[in-house]
């Protein structure tokens, strides 16, 4: 059973637009709530990731957006850029500091066109 | 400064053949890690340790075998391929404790592929 769900699946951005990731959980036991990057052939890597006691953080142009109540969390490109085009995979932890692993979303494809 | 590193990045294998896919790191991580990732799927976790000789089933472990003999090693076995197995497989590791060591730093993968 997917424990995060994403959406949307794909996603077209023209250079310089804003690019909107959107993930949804229902264990309220998660903690941790990190995004991740991934080019073709290669691994995933930590772009950016956010605990509950905030409901924003942002790094440069990318923002996490965090909804408690409505156990949403959202990733916001700002200005994207065809170097953006990449699988972005949201994620969550239940006890952000012991050996549980990261559920994934099932990944979102980015395509930014120039 | 290797990070993750996974051997080998390709293999085709028959079915009911098997093999043995390595994980190495070297930040003395004490969490390791092992996923499948399949299109539309995202990734899925096979797999994990928290610490030299444990390890626990994740998600999907059906099929798969790991041991955690070192420290800086995570291996997974594949005892007879089926076709189901074919996918890309990436291990990751993570420190663990405290609250800015949580990252999970992921390997470059292996895409396997079994005919």
């Known amino acids: 059973q997917q424990q995060v769900k994403q959406s949307p699946q794909s996603l077209i951005v023209q250079k310089g637009g804003i690019s909107i990731i959107n993930c949804a959980y229902e264990?309220?036991?998660?903690?941790?709530f990190p995004w991740y990057q991934q080019f073709p052939g290669k691994g995933p890597a930590l772009l950016i990731a956010?605990?509950?006691?905030?409901s924003e953080k942002k790094e440069g142009r990318f923002t996490i957006s965090f909804n408690k109540s409505a156990k949403q969390f959202s990733l916001h490109i700002m200005d994207s850029q065809p170097g953006d085009s990449a699988t972005y995979f949201c994620?969550?932890?239940?006890?952000?500091?012991?050996?549980?692993?990261?559920?994934f979303g099932k990944g979102t494809s980015l395509l930014v066109t120039p | 400064n290797a990070g993750v590193t996974q051997t080998p990045k390709f293999r085709v294998l028959k079915t009911g053949q098997s093999m043995t896919l390595l994980c190495a790191q070297d930040?003395?991580?004490?969490?390791m890690y092992w996923y499948r990732q399949d299109p539309g799927m995202g990734l899925r976790l096979i797999h994990y340790?928290?610490?030299?000789?444990?390890?626990a089933k994740g998600e999907v472990p059906d099929g798969y075998n790991v041991s955690r003999l070192k420290k800086q090693n995570f291996l997974l076995g594949l005892e007879s391929a089926a076709p189901s197995q074919t996918s890309v497989y990436f291990c990751a590791s993570s420190y663990g404790t405290g609250l800015l060591n949580t990252e999970a730093f992921f390997g470059q993968g292996t895409r396997l592929t079994v005919v």
């Open positions: 994620a969550a932890k239940v006890n952000s500091n012991s050996g549980y692993a990261l559920n």
């Open positions: 956010i605990r509950p006691d905030v």
């Open positions: 930040m003395n991580h004490e969490y």
């Open positions: 264990n309220t036991a998660f903690d941790y």
């Open positions: 340790s928290v610490g030299e000789g444990t390890t």
